[in-house]
């Protein structure tokens, strides 16, 4: 009798236990995201290397991998459902779904358009003298272009008042060597490098004059609606780094050595003046929360380019539901 | 094979392929910033025709080529002539040249836009650079080639050091060199688009980077195709010049196999 109950309670219990049960209470394997970047590692990516290194993202149940790939090339892939999210700045996205690309920004990053005009020419006190000089930027295209119609557009003026000359990345060589007395840079990095070689600068930011939408994360409309909570774990994840960046910069900057190859070697000082002022701009309040009249004034830029057609809205281009 | 039936081929070939990608377009329904069909890269290209954008970024980007074709070409046989026949400068350069050849030009462009400007100069620059060792290991290797026979036979009915290069090695060489040309030629077209990457305003390589700055992924392939056909062009001018030039050379071959 004793081991007819015997064998009916392992019976029972093996019963009970389906192999799709077992399976269920196995760890579930962390979704992978590829995250293309958009740059080179950075010192402005601290609050990504500073969420993987506390496991935040591991706890959302995330295995975080880096893709340093240009911006478009990212946006791309998003809109192609390759990879689930991207960083891209904010007419990046109104220029991308005017191809029919199905993104959308999901979080805002940075609270200010992180691109400013720095002129050598102390004599130039305002936007409005610019009219006939030359303007050095990386290319006709990118958020550093566009950040530049913004300023002209803000001082009433248009590109055929002024040179522009594409020269790709080399704005601090050009500026050192003498070749150029104005330049687009992106204000939370290279205004700090000139000022530690000694440079007087005049700096003109496009926060200040034209506020617009800025750098933050992109996923697709695919992933929205069929995965919404993936990009609320990756969302959480990224919030928590950038808020013990916030805290604990010294931290931050520690963990940041592990990413970046030769941020050891690097000058600290200096580096640690970049995290400041990248920084500074990611104030958000709330964080991640967007903010519609940045994006009205982005589309009025883009439409005023002629870069959009479409007759969109600003509506189109963002979703709030994640960041509320 | 006869003439038709080339001409056919030439033609089948073409329309099965584009017929083939506008399939896949069609039934993997694919948007136009993944694969744009063919029939919408053909309104890009009529439209940029049509406001005149591609004709003048094709004829700035033609010019770096053709400017850095020449340069290249000139420096490429006056070094391949030297080092062909000077042993020591052969062990002095040959090293430097040849290593020098694994910096990747998408590495020094930026260096030589630092240091030289972003101007016409520097695209036609590295045009040059890109150009240079093909013709210049062929120029070596066809004035090397000369048989010694013949060379000593010059020697000794006295021919001077010019009817020496006018009568034997130049002839000995055009072949290789006009190969080593072919190929620096089709290579030029990379030298130009990696120097309007870095920056430009103009060009084909500067059309490229827009259109992928804008999503327009039409206007990528319409400049990535205008760029096939100006190599393809020059492609076949020097096939053109080569096959006239070496027509003793088909006689030669045709004699042989006879």
């Keep these: ?324 | 094979m006869t003439r038709n039936k080339k001409l056919v081929l030439w033609l089948v070939f073409p329309i099965g392929f584009i017929a083939f990608w506008e399939l896949i377009v069609i039934v993997a329904d694919l948007p136009p910033f993944i694969l744009p069909s063919p029939s919408l890269v053909f309104d890009r290209f009529l439209i940029s025709v049509k406001d005149g954008t591609l004709l003048t970024h094709s004829l700035t980007t033609l010019s770096e080529m053709l400017t850095g074709l020449f340069v290249g070409t000139s420096a490429a046989i006056f070094f391949g002539y030297i080092i062909a026949k000077s042993r020591v400068f052969e062990a002095l350069i040959s090293p430097i040249l040849v290593s020098s050849q694994a910096i990747p030009i998408v590495a020094a462009a930026p260096l030589l836009v630092i240091w030289f400007g972003n101007g016409f100069f520097t695209k036609a620059l590295i045009c040059s650079l890109v150009v240079f060792f093909p013709v210049f290991v062929n120029t070596v290797i066809g004035i090397k080639s000369v048989p010694r026979q013949l060379s000593e036979l010059a020697k000794s009915l006295n021919a001077s050091k010019w009817q020496i290069l006018i009568m034997l090695e130049i002839p000995s060489a055009l072949a290789l060199f006009l190969s080593g040309l072919k190929i620096g030629a089709t290579l030029s077209v990379i030298g130009a688009v990696v120097g309007e990457f870095i920056g430009a305003d103009e060009g084909l390589g500067f059309l490229i980077n827009l259109g992928r700055g804008l999503f327009d992924t039409a206007l990528v392939f319409v400049a990535v195709l205008t760029l096939m056909f100006i190599a393809l062009v020059l492609y076949g001018l020097l096939s053109w010049v080569e096959k006239s030039v070496l027509y003793w050379n088909d006689h030669q071959k045709a004699s042989v196999l006879k």
């Design chain 1, 1 to 324: 009798m004793k081991h007819v109950f015997t064998i009916l309670l392992v019976f029972t219990l093996l019963t009970s236990c389906s192999p799709l049960e077992i399976s269920l209470k196995k760890t579930p394997e962390p979704t992978i995201v590829r995250l293309p970047m958009g740059y080179i590692p950075n010192i402005q990516f601290a609050p990504f290397y500073v969420a993987l290194e506390k496991g935040y993202f591991a706890q959302n149940g995330i295995e975080l991998i880096f893709d340093y790939s240009f911006e478009t090339d990212g946006i791309a892939l998003v809109g192609a459902n390759q990879v689930p999210f991207s960083l891209a700045s904010g007419e990046q996205v109104f220029l991308a779904r005017e191809q029919k690309l199905p993104i959308r920004y999901v979080y805002t990053w940075y609270r200010d358009y992180p691109v400013s005009l720095l002129s050598t020419d102390l004599s130039l006190m305002s936007l409005e003298e610019l009219k006939g000089k030359q303007i050095a930027l990386p290319g006709l295209y990118g958020a550093s272009y566009i950040g530049l119609r913004a300023l002209l557009y803000s001082a009433g003026l248009s590109e055929s008042d002024v040179n522009l000359n594409p020269i790709g990345y080399t704005q601090i060589e050009s500026i050192l060597a003498g070749a150029e007395q104005n330049v687009i840079v992106y204000s939370n990095n290279e205004p700090i490098l000139l000022d530690a070689q000694g440079v007087e600068f005049n700096q003109f930011s496009v926060a200040e004059y034209f506020n617009m939408a800025s750098n933050g994360i992109v996923t697709n409309e695919h992933t929205i609606e069929t995965n919404p909570e993936l990009v609320t774990r990756f969302l959480n994840a990224f919030r928590q780094g950038i808020e013990d960046t916030i805290s604990n910069p010294d931290e931050a900057y520690e963990i940041s050595k592990q990413y970046i190859e030769n941020l050891a070697l690097a000058d600290e000082a200096i580096q640690k003046e970049i995290l400041m002022a990248s920084i500074s701009m990611w104030q958000v309040e709330p964080y991640g929360s967007i903010d519609r009249e940045n994006w009205a004034n982005m589309l009025e830029v883009l439409v005023k380019m002629e870069l959009v057609k479409s007759g969109m809205t600003p509506e189109e281009a963002y979703t709030d539901q994640f960041s509320k």
